[in-house]
């Protein structure tokens, strides 16, 4: 099947329904398909695609001067389409998408909050990320609002957002249930809102934000290093995929390829961050339903891995190894030794543990059934990573859209139609078998040569997209930069923009005391979603 | 379970001796601290975590100290699910303004007497995040804090330093 076949139907569709494609360009959004549009045909768009069964992957705006132009990315058959729009700063209204696809929901309202876009026919208005830290008529994200904390006024204590309007179900028996900011646990702040009839869950409602520190205005004014270095801490965990998604972002906008080698040690780097993550979250989920020999387990396996990061890598999350150009660490022939025996040791290793915890009823019997997400739900809420895969979506970058070191080196595809907490544990299994494979074989075809490229200045504006499949699942980061090579405008869009909504699905009809296990078995990230 | 059982005792205890192996200065420490916790803290200090606006990078590490490599446990120190059982609060992040009240309330709910440890660079001073308006650039702007442990993120060694040090002085 050829790149982007699907393209001139959808714009067969536009034409007939008197839509203006003002500007196509498959260069300046590379290896996206760029499409400008008019503003009041930004819902319609959106329409046509939803009729074609694309999938929504993200919204952001980027104010320049005295407008906003508003981007919205969408996929299908692995390759990308990037409508994108200008509407005027004094009347910034544009249609809403998320009529047509309900994954743009929380995606415009942080536009809403963070740049002041209106979006007319948006069937929810209330704020998102803006809690009380800034007034509802100012928006960060423009130019004339004071990054630095000191050129703003701010009160000693910035009010707890107490009176957010979330949805209530009267009846009799239902009875709220608040959970957050602060959590039980150590992980991160956000507030649950469950409305409950004896144990079994009527509904969630999220309130996020709490963690926003204002990552898209940092990054304005930084320098490409910089860049990289911000964007290694949207998410913790993800530090590897978040930062290569933002070097993929540079270098295309300053036309610079890294080497050979530089790629398959990114693709090594990130291969890792996955197997840490679903080793940690595979023995936590199991833990959240009381079988604490698997995060023993599970956790040991983890720690050893990570300790390898650190001895052959310097971090024991992997942080800042990647920078623009280029990796900042190299392997010798001993530490490719290593490696492969680690890989063979935690195959032995997982082959039996895995085994043992599939073959365990009293885990069947809580994981089984559990946090059952449609495959029809996964696909309109744009679901990727694990929470996707097993909900029937096998869409993985690294075979659907595969980039360097993947292109070479296929990644198989994985799905599976189960949908429940079970599937999705399974669906991690399975990634880590497939990536200490993976990782083999790249070590037997390590490239020689240089891990570093020099990163050539603009010459002019430019601006470029990164696509990455995290451990979550797909990463999108969109950068612009001015001639000095400062960046203007930074999105990174991480998946759990669309892993938390699936969440509030899931938990409905599930008991108050199997959250825990729906949450774990989703983990969204709160850090990368607050921004 | 025979096969648990095999796993188990197969693998067996692989907890390391404190807290970093060769290191007689830190033993000597671990010892003096469970000493102070055993005669402050009635043998058991109970830690209250609180992210205020990191990247979880911090709560990685911070999990990874009850991993069975590093069982913190074994020094009498324990991560609780409520401020009002806390002596100690590790707080993580720049302190995101969203989270400030939260924060406050959490260090109200903790009864006195009270220590506030900053965990990582952006809890120390903002870190990478840097002086912006979406935050309140470190711990110390919010409550007192007792000690830092800088890092990004601070490994578990360095953490059980940090808690150690910090106990050895108050």
């Known amino acids: 099947m050829a790149r982007f076949d699907w393209l001139s139907e959808y714009l067969a569709l536009l034409q007939d329904e008197h839509v203006l494609v003002r500007r196509g360009s498959a260069r300046e959004l590379a290896p996206a398909h760029l499409l400008e549009i008019d503003a009041e045909d930004w819902g319609r768009s959106a329409q046509l695609a939803a009729m074609q069964d694309y999938r929504w992957c993200g919204m952001w705006g980027d104010a320049v001067d005295d407008h906003i132009k508003v981007y919205a990315c969408l996929e299908h058959q692995g390759d990308y389409l990037m409508l994108q729009t200008v509407v005027d700063l004094q009347m910034p209204l544009l249609p809403s998408h998320s009529l047509s696809f309900p994954a743009a929901d929380r995606p415009e309202r942080h536009a809403q909050d963070l740049l002041g876009l209106v ?177 023993y387990q599970c956790s040991r396996l983890r720690e050893l891995w990570q300790r390898r990061n650190h001895e052959l890598f310097a971090h024991r999350l992997l942080m800042d190894r990647l920078i623009p150009g280029g990796v900042r660490c190299d392997l010798d022939t001993a530490g490719i030794e290593v490696l492969r025996q680690d890989h063979g040791e935690l195959r032995q290793e997982i082959t039996e543990l895995f085994d043992l915890l599939e073959d365990q009823p009293s885990l069947e019997d809580r994981l089984l059934g559990t946090g059952y997400l449609r495959p029809a739900t996964a696909r309109a809420l744009g679901c990727t990573g694990f929470v996707g895969k097993a909900s029937g979506q096998p869409f993985d970058l690294r075979s659907a859209h595969p980039y360097p070191p993947y292109a070479q080196l296929p990644m198989p595809a994985r799905s599976r139609e189960e949908g429940d907490v079970l599937a999705r544990v399974q669906i991690r299994m399975q990634e880590i078998h497939d990536s200490l494979d993976w990782m083999d074989r790249l070590l037997d075809t390590l490239d020689e040569g240089s891990v570093q490229t020099e990163l050539p200045q603009p010459k002019q504006e430019v601006q470029g997209i990164g696509f990455v499949e995290g451990w979550r699942g797909e990463i999108i980061s969109f950068v612009r930069m001015d001639e000095r090579g400062k960046v203007q405008r930074f999105f990174p869009r991480d998946p759990s923009w669309h892993s938390w909504p699936a969440l509030e699905r899931i938990v409905m009809g599930n008991i108050v005391p199997d959250f825990p296990v729906c949450n774990k078995s989703v983990n969204g990230s709160y850090s990368g979603h607050d921004l | ?51 205020a606006g990191s990247c979880n990078a911090c709560e990685l590490e911070i999990h990874a100290l009850n991993n069975p490599f590093h069982d913190v446990e074994r020094f009498g120190i324990h991560f609780v699910a409520s401020p009002r059982h806390a002596d100690l609060l590790l707080v993580t992040g720049p302190v995101s303004r969203h989270m400030q009240a939260a924060l406050l309330r959490t260090w109200e709910a903790t009864p006195s007497p009270k220590y506030v440890i900053a965990v990582g660079d952006c809890a120390c001073d903002g870190g990478e995040f840097g002086d912006i308006y979406a935050t309140c650039g470190g711990v110390d702007k919010v409550l007192p804090v007792d000690a830092l442990i800088p890092g990004c993120p601070p490994t578990p060694e360095a953490l059980l330093r940090g808690l150690l040090a910090c106990f050895a002085r108050i």
């Open chain 1, 119 to 295: 979006f007319s026919d948006h069937p929810d208005s209330r704020r998102w990320t803006r809690h009380q830290a800034w007034d509802e008529a100012v928006y960060p994200l423009r130019g004339d609002f004071p990054a630095n904390r000191s050129d703003s006024a701010q009160p000693a204590v910035t009010p707890p957002d107490g009176d957010y309007p979330f949805r209530q179900i009267k009846g009799e028996g239902v009875c709220e249930i608040l959970v957050g900011p602060v959590h039980a646990g150590i992980i991160e702040p956000g507030h649950f809102r469950f409305n409950a009839l004896g144990e079994e869950i009527l509904s969630l409602e999220q309130h996020l934000g709490y963690v926003h520190k204002g990552i898209e205005k940092a990054a304005v004014g930084r320098d490409a290093a910089g860049l990289v270095k911000l964007a290694g801490r949207v998410s913790g965990d993800s530090t590897v995929a978040h930062a290569w998604a933002a070097c993929q972002a540079i270098e295309r906008a300053l036309s610079c390829q890294p080497g050979r080698r530089a790629n398959q040690l990114r693709g090594l780097l990130c291969e890792r961050e996955r197997v840490a993550n679903h080793l940690g979250d595979i023995g936590a989920i199991c833990n959240d339903v009381g079988f604490a020999f698997a995060i």
């Open chain 2, 1 to 51: 379970m025979y096969r648990i059982l095999r796993k188990t005792l197969g693998i067996g205890v692989v907890t390391e001796k404190a807290p970093v192996q060769h290191d007689k200065n830190l033993e000597k420490l671990g010892i003096e601290v469970k000493r102070i916790i055993d005669k402050r803290f009635h043998g058991s200090l109970a830690i209250r975590e609180v992210d």
